[in-house]
């Protein structure tokens, strides 16, 4: 069974940081990505940033230059350090893993069971 914990939410003020953490378990092969969405209230989820195992990052353009997505080397966990947190940071974070099989071509997503990130004064 795949498991991805996540830790690392909180209650922060405007122009702080927090890093948020999310490990997999539970799966015998590789994951091509690993990333983290967001919903806010009322709003659909997002992306924030993706990175894929031979380190090829994304961002959206509200994280870039703010928020920095790293990938343990050889393990499926990825790091999310968020700095000059905004008002507009508010939600939920969600991980999300990415395994395509090599041999189907079926991408297998996973997620998360969410963390609550709150930026306010």
């Known amino acids: 069974q795949v498991q991805l914990v996540e830790s690392g939410g909180g209650l922060v003020q405007p122009g702080g940081s927090l890093r948020l953490s999310c490990a997999a378990s539970?799966?015998?092969?590789?994951?091509?990505?690993m990333g983290w969405y967001r919903q806010a209230p009322g709003k659909e989820r997002e992306l924030v940033a993706a990175?894929?195992?031979?380190?090829?990052?994304n961002y959206a353009d509200s994280g870039k230059g703010r928020f920095t997505i790293t990938r343990e080397s050889g393990k499926n966990t990825v790091i999310l350090q968020m700095n000059s947190l905004k008002l507009e940071d508010t939600a939920v974070y969600y991980c999300k893993a990415e395994r395509v099989s090599g041999s189907s071509g079926y991408r297998y997503d996973y997620w998360g069971q969410g963390t609550q990130v709150t930026v306010s004064s």
């Open positions: 539970g799966i015998a092969y590789r994951i091509n990505v």
């Open positions: 990175v894929t195992d031979g380190g090829s990052t």
